[in-house]
């Protein structure tokens, strides 16, 4: 099972740039599509990038454009370039392995090692 950890988060004002950690160990890391999750005050998580163990990148609609998604294989380790940062991007990121269809971000459905995520706060 993988297991990964977030770090990077902070407070902001709007417009400003972040950039997202995440060390994940415990399987081969380049075999693993691994993705951005976030979680608002009193919404549901959603999906808000992936990146293929191919590749392949994959950004929701809200972030397209404004946010990056990479990883280093290497270094076992996986970022998120966040700028022109809004205060609706405001919310707990985790990382987790995932699955994506054009713009649509899941996490893989054997996933259960959630890390403790990295706050982000964007002020207006």
């Known amino acids: 099972q993988v297991q990964v950890v977030e770090s990077g988060g902070g407070s902001v004002q709007a417009g400003g740039s972040l950039r997202l950690s995440c060390t994940a160990s415990g399987v081969p890391f380049d075999r693993y599509s691994l993705g951005w999750f976030r979680e608002a005050p009193d919404k549901e998580r959603e999906g808000v990038s992936c990146?293929?163990?191919?590749?392949?990148?994959y950004y929701a609609d809200s972030v397209k454009g404004r946010f990056t998604i990479s990883r280093e294989n290497a270094d076992n380790k996986m970022y998120l370039q966040m700028n022109n940062l809004k205060p609706e991007d405001t919310a707990i990121y985790y990382c987790?392995?995932?699955?994506?269809?054009?713009?649509?971000?899941?996490?893989?459905?054997?996933?259960?090692?959630w890390g403790q995520g990295t706050q982000v706060t964007v002020s207006s």
């Open positions: 987790a392995p995932c699955v994506s269809v054009a713009t649509i971000i899941v996490p893989a459905s054997d996933f259960r090692s």
């Open positions: 990146v293929s163990f191919s590749g392949n990148l």
